[in-house]
């Protein structure tokens, strides 16, 4: 998976509570994205950064939110979790240059909010 | 804004069929274009990555082409294999939020023995 980690690779979480999603890759690259997958829907992009200390919205960046204070890391966070929030959870770098570079993904983080 | 259709939704072939699976996208301002499969419960791994510049990719049993002038990608799997099992997304990078990859929702293959 390119060097990128995430964790934990599942969890379950109570309505209302909030929790971190961790992202770490060891490539030194800039761009980093987030997406969430729900069954049969594709994946959408939450957040992205394209360099540490610059983050943005992505397409459905409600109930989240994001920092990159360093290169390596790029973590998500749930700050009330809520049912609709039940997904499972990408992080992708890209790889060399912005136009021509290649996405690879971690493996995954399942989140059940009950 | 950029939309990504891949069809048919689902496949089920012999094992042996040569099959191709489509997708196609709105904008055809387009960086470049990644296959992706996905086996249940499982990531994404990397097929094929094709430059705008570029009409096909192959490796292996698969070959990628892409027409960018008619928003199209055919992904053609040869000799298909049980093991083809999968389900197949389809990609595109644009100028769009931070040259992120807009998805379609993917074709499901199941290849019988």
């Known amino acids: 998976n390119a060097g990128v980690t995430q964790t934990p690779k599942f969890r379950i979480l109570k309505i209302g509570q909030s929790m971190t999603l961790q992202c770490t890759q060891d490539?030194?690259?800039?761009?980093m994205y987030w997406y969430r997958q729900d069954p049969g829907m594709g994946l959408k992009l939450i957040y992205y950064?394209?360099?540490?200390?610059?983050?943005d919205k992505g397409e459905v960046p409600n109930g989240y939110n994001v920092s990159r204070s360093t290169t390596e890391d790029f973590p998500l966070r749930l700050e009330l979790a809520a049912p609709s929030q039940t997904s499972v959870y990408f992080c992708?770098?890209?790889?060399?240059?912005?136009?021509?570079?290649?996405?690879?993904f971690g493996e995954g983080s399942r989140l059940t909010v009950l | 804004k950029q939309e990504v259709t891949q069809i048919p939704a689902a496949l089920s072939v012999p094992e042996g069929e040569n099959l191709v699976l489509n997708c196609s996208f709105t904008?055809?301002?387009?960086?470049?274009l990644q296959w992706f499969r996905q086996d249940p419960g499982k990531g994404l791994t990397s097929l094929l990555l094709?430059?705008?510049?570029?009409r096909e990719q192959t490796s292996g049993r698969l070959n990628a082409s892409l027409d960018k002038s008619s928003g199209r990608s055919t992904l053609y799997i040869a000799a298909s294999q049980p093991g083809d099992s999968a389900t197949y997304l389809c990609?595109?990078?644009?100028?769009?939020?931070?040259?992120?990859?807009?998805f379609g929702k993917g074709t499901t293959l199941s290849v019988s023995s």
């Open positions: 990609a595109v990078r644009s100028n769009q939020a931070g040259t992120a990859l807009i």
């Open positions: 490539m030194n690259h800039n761009y």
């Open positions: 094709i430059q705008s510049s570029q």
């Open positions: 950064s394209v360099g540490a200390g610059i983050t």
């Open positions: 904008d055809s301002a387009i960086y470049n």
């Open positions: 992708a770098i890209l790889t060399s240059g912005s136009n021509t570079g290649e996405l690879f």
